[in-house]
């Protein structure tokens, strides 16, 4: 007998609709700030809008199917994700002397932001078939080789910034599926000397490391570095960055008479979307730029609560997926943008220019919503709040 399905819109996440909204409505106007004296602007605006009406009919698919379906389909999405993935490496466009894009219709298409997206899945799927299995060594390695796939696809391109995000992702949620410390400790006993190894041949032997860019390290060296000199010539971006974001002082210059022209972002290399945030320093001043860290606070704690009232063990594994994926996102674009941390690219949630990943965090806000609205009754049946 068929489970019966009770639709209202009682359980519909509004907190986070109305938080998303917001921040892509700061994203928009952002984007107009960042391409203001450029030809392209209104062409420009008319791509995001797409974007946001793409996103926001597929946060309704979404929405409307069961995520243990969505689900069901996570090895074929992840299958189709890897065939991408070795497609850009061998026709994706090339740009700086990297291969991260495929054009589809005319738009560039990033596949690795949403290979984060359904890696997430994927790992939800294998942790529950596994579920009574977290103890064994073998699952963490089955585990393991399922992200080494595309890590080293997405190297080879090379972008390590999005492999450390997919690595923290995996962190998350292997931890929340409950794997045994003894596990852990065994992986650790492994990892850490490797590490360790790599580090201080990089540091003090200038050894090539495989999948790893020399100008990769030297961004890392450079920022590590006491040397003034290096810092100025590896973090250059990051200081105007800095400058931009110290510009705004309390309130921010959006009211201010000063011409756009003389904005200190306008001269950010990819102030569009690593270094969006220098755009709200400058814009929104301290009170802006705090505005915007709650506004975040406040989506990925939602999807934490979310992930902690799961009606069952796969819902709870994406939502902190999802809350991983957010979280380390911003913690490194913000990073790197007031120089906490070193140069690297990765996009702000909602507000960074490109539309796969504005795409793909709607996608992964879809699904939290999805999982907030499927509670079990009182009778252990399954219902739909929609």
């Known amino acids: 007998m068929k489970e019966k399905i009770k639709i209202s819109f009682k359980h519909i996440d509004f907190i986070i609709i109305i938080t998303m909204a917001i921040l892509i409505g700061i994203g928009v106007y952002c984007e107009q700030q960042a391409f203001k004296l450029s030809e392209e602007q209104n062409a420009i605006f008319i791509k995001e809008l797409v974007g946001i009406l793409l996103g926001s009919a597929l946060i309704i698919v979404i929405v409307i199917i069961d995520y243990h379906i969505i689900c069901s389909l996570s090895f074929v999405l992840y299958l189709a994700m890897v065939s991408i993935l070795a497609y850009t490496l061998i026709f994706g466009s090339d740009l700086n002397n990297v291969k991260r894009w495929v054009v589809i219709f005319g738009i560039p298409f990033q596949p690795s932001e949403l290979t984060k997206v359904v890696l997430i899945l994927f790992l939800a799927f294998l942790c529950n078939h596994f579920k009574n299995k977290m103890g064994k060594l073998y699952v963490l390695f089955l585990l393991t080789a399922v992200v080494a796939l595309p890590i080293v696809l997405i190297l080879l391109e090379p972008h390590l910034s999005s492999c450390l995000a997919i690595l923290f992702i995996f962190c998350i949620i292997v931890y929340s599926s409950g794997i045994t410390y003894k596990v852990i400790g065994i992986a650790f006993a492994f990892i850490l000397p490797v590490v360790a190894v790599i580090f201080i041949g990089v540091a003090m032997f200038d050894i090539n490391i495989p999948f790893i860019e020399k100008y990769q390290v030297n961004r890392v060296l450079s920022f590590m570095s006491s ?57 929104f001043g301290f009170l802006g730029s705090f505005f915007l860290m709650m506004l975040y606070a406040i989506l990925i704690i939602r999807c934490l609560i979310i992930s902690s009232q799961a009606s069952d063990y796969i819902g709870k594994l994406i939502s902190m997926g999802v809350s991983a994926y957010l979280m380390f996102q911003i913690f490194v674009n913000v990073g790197v943008a007031t120089q906490l941390l070193p140069n690297t690219g990765l996009p702000l949630p909602f507000l960074s220019y490109g539309l796969t990943s504005l795409i793909s ?19 252990g049946k399954l219902n739909f709040q929609l």
């Open 361 to 379: 965090s709607m996608i992964a806000v879809g699904l939290v919503l999805n999982i907030g609205m499927r509670q079990k009754s009182k009778s």
């Open 227 to 283: 040397d003034e000199s290096d810092s100025l010539t590896g973090d250059y971006q990051q200081i105007q960055s800095v400058g931009a974001i110290g510009s705004g002082g309390l309130h921010g210059k959006l009211l201010s008479t000063e011409v756009d022209a003389n904005r200190e972002y306008s001269s950010i290399y990819a102030k569009e979307s690593d270094f969006v945030f220098a755009i709200i320093g400058e814009e």
